[in-house]
């Protein structure tokens, strides 16, 4: 089954404590995304990935880290959480070109706290 | 640079009705997409629609259809006969750079939340 698995979907966790959350698809996609959700805010960009070792910037990458070793793979890192990152996580993946290039799939979500 | 507006944040519809959900985009490039998710109270993002910049057609799926006036930038969704399970966020989205080797980042707009009455 085609999918985009995120984990965890909840953690609870406390200002400082470094965290990933992983992002694993297996549809051979090479763009995968990170965006965040928040009430009013719609979905905004944290980092995109058009391939592996291609990362660029979203509109609001301030205090996270990605990495792009392998096609299927793109963890988001919060090395030093603090509450404004409290946040509904998304991950997305994507065809870099054909059929419906900007058609994203995307992952359950990961509810993230930050005490 | 590449920008998505929708100026409805919440909507209230009775059923059965038809609805438009406005979309406005902004790109000074001529090829590129734009779409609709939905996302129910569960949470999840489901893909609804896609009108490429360069389709001649209104794109059409089901109940959904896309109502795109380029020269307006506007790509407004429309919900023919709207139904109970049709109440959820709605999100438009545009990809900039479509055919060329290395599109663009995929923005979304704040999302308009649409209710549906019985």
């Known amino acids: 089954e085609a999918q985009v698995t995120q984990n965890p979907r909840y953690l609870i966790t406390v200002t400082g404590k470094k965290l990933t959350v992983t992002c694993s698809q297996n549809?051979?996609?090479?763009?995968m995304s990170w965006y965040r959700q928040d009430p009013g805010l719609g979905l905004r960009q944290i980092y995109y990935?058009?391939?592996?070792?291609?990362?660029d910037k979203g509109d609001v990458p301030e205090g996270y880290k990605v990495s792009r070793k392998e096609k299927r793979n793109f963890p988001l890192i919060l090395e030093s959480p603090s509450p404004n990152q409290t946040s509904l996580y998304f991950c997305?993946?994507?065809?870099?070109?054909?059929?419906?290039?900007?058609?994203?799939?995307f992952g359950e979500g990961s509810r993230l706290t930050v005490l | 640079a590449q920008k998505i507006t929708q100026t409805q944040p919440g909507m209230f519809v009775q059923e059965k009705e038809a609805v438009t959900l406005d979309c406005t985009y902004d790109?000074?490039?001529?090829?590129?997409?734009l779409f609709w998710y939905k996302q129910p109270s569960s949470g999840e993002m489901i893909f609804l629609i896609y009108?490429?910049?360069?389709?001649?057609q209104n794109a059409t799926e089901g109940r959904y259809s896309l109502n795109f006036q380029k020269a307006r930038k506007s790509a407004n969704l429309v919900i023919s006969a709207s139904q109970l399970g049709d109440s959820a966020m709605y999100f438009c989205?545009?990809?900039?750079?479509?055919?060329?080797?290395?599109?663009?980042?995929?923005?979304f707009g704040s999302g308009t939340r649409l209710s549906i009455r019985p």
């Open positions: 997305a993946s994507s065809l870099g070109q054909g059929g419906r290039p900007g058609e994203l799939f």
């Open positions: 549809m051979n996609h090479e763009y």
């Open positions: 990935s058009m391939n592996v070792e291609v990362t």
């Open positions: 790109t000074s490039d001529p090829s590129y997409g």
């Open positions: 009108q490429g910049s360069y389709d001649q």
């Open positions: 989205a545009m990809r900039e750079g479509l055919g060329r080797s290395s599109a663009s980042k995929i923005i």
